[in-house]
């Protein structure tokens, strides 16, 4: 019996060191292929910290243009609206030749 006992050891254990090798192996692959996603991951992330700053950079650019633009159209409201106390006037020469002269 320890005869067949040794044998089996010996024959399991034969067979175990190739499936200990592809666990290794495995393991190995799994540890490199974990490295690599952690590695893409932070790539991915530093990508979307750089959109999202972008985007608020768009954001803040879009606001100031919104901005001017309402002021640029208040002040074409205005200047409709207003009446001109000097007349027609061909340039804006013609404004300081009119104060300047006192009439």
Do not use: W, Y
Not at 4 to 30: D, G, K, R, W, Y
Not at 36 to 54: G, I, P, S, V
Not at 64 to 86: A, G, S
Request: charged share 25%; glycine share 4%; net charge negative.
């Amino acid at each position: 019996m320890s005869k067949m006992f040794t044998l089996t050891c010996a024959h399991s254990s034969t067979n175990q060191t190739p499936m200990v090798h592809q666990i290794e192996e495995m393991c190995e692959t799994i540890q490199k292929l974990n490295g690599e996603l952690k590695a893409k991951d932070k790539t991915f992330e530093e990508k979307m910290a750089q959109l999202m700053q972008d985007n608020e950079q768009q954001k803040e650019c879009i606001r100031q243009q919104e901005e001017h633009m309402k002021l640029v159209l208040q002040h074409i409201q205005l200047k409709n609206i207003m009446p001109n106390p000097f007349g027609p006037l061909s340039n804006g020469d013609d404004v300081v030749d009119h104060c300047t002269n006192g009439t």
